[in-house]
């Protein structure tokens, strides 16, 4: 069965497999004894820590071990406020951040911290200008994934690393998506990564500070892991983490090409194969491994259903598939298409037949589950109906429902007629847009209502 979900956990690596059960046997004393196996275990934590570092790019003193990579964004953000706390209290991240640093940023700001979000285009990428007019005096610290998780953009980190030392304000990278692809661009003073999305095993993070950034670890304290991760190091994850983060490396300049071309044939072939369709985030600055498409009246929980019955693993970030039942944040700010999401990420040794198998099977899934939701199937024809405005009651109803209703009555009303489609499903504010946009159809705007929202489109053809 073809998994197809890389970017939320990738599959163990052979090499990680290896050092796991050799770490098991040889390092499961305290690396902070003296006598012979705690020096064992030490040379093994030290050899470890070398390795990451060298992936990484940076000093070995300069590597702290966590227990996750959301651990060493929640340490790292804390500690970087905490240090700089006399230069002051503002934060910079940007709206399509992992959901670590969103909480990590509001965390902040109910203490009475100040935030600032700088916002994203279409392809999901910052302006380094924007970003950098978001930075102040009182900037403390500024937050930028290398590239995102959802849509695999990659972000200017370089340029945005620049005006941030311009500034004097430090910059703490997410590398978790990118840094088993390569090295990430200079210039940060701290960086983040998590083992299990480059092969490691769950439970390892990384957290890098430079030599020089004011740095205050936040809660008790402990003499492990330089003050700045409490516990037990689980120390053959590390070694494992470690080890597999080198072969990964090692491999990637070739599987890196393999990869972009299959994704490249899932971007160029789904529009072609699927109608109404919208592939989203950077077609060239991106990760090579990752593709996101939205299809239009499509339930993404069900589409997801589907293909996992077909024999393929794949994500989404519809809010049809959340426990919240909101779109994505990263779709959201992008302000594309959410409903019917399916993101695609591949792990290394993708076989081309697979990613053609999953060409075969997806226009069939998506008809399938069009069908069931009664989504029209052509454009509107000419209307002969003499009323003006239509208005349709979907309040109650989630997502893709209030834009198939609206794709079945446009063609109710004459061209410059509206129609008014109630909703309190938060992914029509991006859907009923983004309908409008594929259909070449007018979006009037968002009007309140007694309940939910009211959503005026007018028809243009």
Known sequence: MPYFDAASAAPLHPVARQALLAALDEGWADPARLYREGRRARLLLDAARE?????????PDEL????????????????????????GGHLVVSAVEHSSVLHSASDHGSRGGTVTEVPVDRSGAVSAEAYGRALREDTALACLQSANHEVGTEQPVAEVAELCRAAGVPLLVDAAQS???GPVPGGWSLLAASAHKWGGPAGVGLLAVRKGVRFAAQGPADERESGRAAGF?????????????????????????????LVDRIRARVPVLVPDVEVVGDPVRRLPHLV??????????????????????????????????????????????????????LPSGTSGEDVDRFLEVLPAVVAEVREKLGAPAAAPAPSSSPAGSLVVDALGRRCPIPVIELAKVIGEVPVGGTVTVL????????????????????????????????????RLS
Not at 51 to 59: L, N
Not at 64 to 85: C, E, K, Q, Y
Not at 252 to 261: C, D, F, M
Not at 329 to 339: R, W
Request: proline share 3%; glycine share 10%; with cysteine.
């Open 292 to 345: 996101t498409f939205s299809c239009l009246y499509v339930d993404g929980e069900t589409l997801l259903h589907e293909l996992d019955r077909a024999g393929f693993s794949v994500s989404s970030g519809s809010s049809c598939t959340s426990s919240t039942l909101t779109p994505s944040h990263v779709l959201k700010a992008m302000g594309v298409l959410s409903e019917g999401n399916v993101r695609v990420s």
């Open 179 to 181: 840094l088993g692809q």
């Open 51 to 59: 390795a990451a570092a060298e992936g990484v790019g940076c000093r």
């Open 423 to 458: 909703s309190d499903d938060e992914a029509a504010r991006l859907d009923i847009p983004a309908w409008c946009a594929m259909r070449e159809q007018e979006y009037v705007g968002e009007e309140p209502a007694d309940r939910g929202s009211a959503y005026v489109v007018r």
């Open 233 to 261: 190091e689980n120390l053959p994850a590390i070694v494992a983490a470690a080890a597999s983060l080198r072969a990964v490396r090692a491999e990637a300049a070739a599987e890196s090409v393999r990869l972009r071309a």
């Open 64 to 87: 702290t071990f966590t227990s996750s990579g959301t651990r060493a964004v929640h340490s790292g953000i804390s500690g970087a406020l905490a240090g700089r706390r006399r230069v």
